[in-house]
């Protein structure tokens, strides 16, 4: 079946350094991959998505390339602020949409000022 | 912009008792999905809908049951509530397909006592 790795957290940083936070993916079909950010005690909230290989998904900094030689969507910012600390989750979606998302265990993302 | 609708936002229960859930998705969005998220968890599909009908079945326990309105409305029945029960229930709508992405709903906190 389908399924998401991604890096096991607490990620601790301090403001303005580089993030990765690693994302890799099984899946049977041609999936479309996403970023979602959960902030404490509120939802998720869709940061970026790609839909097909190659594909370069961004947003407030953030950004995430489909790679499908090496079934990977790691999300990357060049200078994290207090304010992305959150819980981020790397998920997939198998083609035609009627499944529901497979999510990674998420990551617990830490800036210090 | 309308957003998913959920409610409660908190529900204290006992063991054994039962629970109801509800979800508003986005206008226009014909897709529901539910998704159960134990503390410090990924959140685990249960159940989607699509028009009205039963589109894919996750890790949904044979004592809940759900169904989708003809205003597309969800709702998510528990019953034989146990401890295990406690956590967060989100709910996400999209438009059908997966190239959108979901939203998902601020989500459902139940406690089973």
């Known amino acids: 079946g389908d399924s998401v790795t991604q890096m096991e957290g607490p990620v601790t940083l301090s403001e303005e350094a580089f993030l990765t936070i690693n994302c890799t993916y099984t899946?049977?079909?041609?999936?479309?991959l996403f970023w979602y950010v959960q902030y404490p005690g509120e939802g998720l909230q869709l940061l970026l998505k790609a839909t097909k290989a190659d594909d370069k998904g961004s947003n407030k900094g953030f950004e995430a390339t489909y790679r499908k030689e090496t079934t990977s969507f790691h999300l990357e910012k060049g200078s994290v602020q207090v304010s992305d600390s959150a819980v981020y989750f790397c998920?997939?979606?198998?083609?035609?949409?009627?499944?529901?998302?497979?999510f990674g265990k998420g990551t617990h993302l830490i800036i210090q000022p | 912009a309308a957003g998913v609708i959920q409610s409660p936002r908190h529900l204290i229960k006992e063991k054994r008792e039962t629970a109801t859930l509800k979800c508003y998705p986005i206008?226009?969005?014909?897709?529901v999905y539910w998704y159960q998220q134990g503390p410090g968890q990924d959140p685990q599909f249960l159940i989607s809908f699509y028009e009205k009908m039963q589109s894919d079945k996750g890790s949904i326990p044979d004592r809940f049951s759900a169904q989708q309105f003809s205003d597309y409305h969800s709702e998510l029945n528990m019953s034989s509530l146990e401890l295990g029960d406690s956590a967060l229930y989100f709910c996400?709508?999209?438009?059908?397909?997966?190239?959108?992405?979901?939203?998902f709903g601020s989500g459902t906190r139940l406690t089973v006592v």
């Open positions: 998920a997939l979606s198998e083609e035609g949409g009627a499944d529901g998302l497979t």
């Open positions: 206008p226009r969005h014909d897709t």
């Open positions: 996400a709508s999209s438009p059908r397909g997966h190239i959108y992405g979901y939203t």
């Open positions: 899946a049977t079909g041609y999936p479309s």
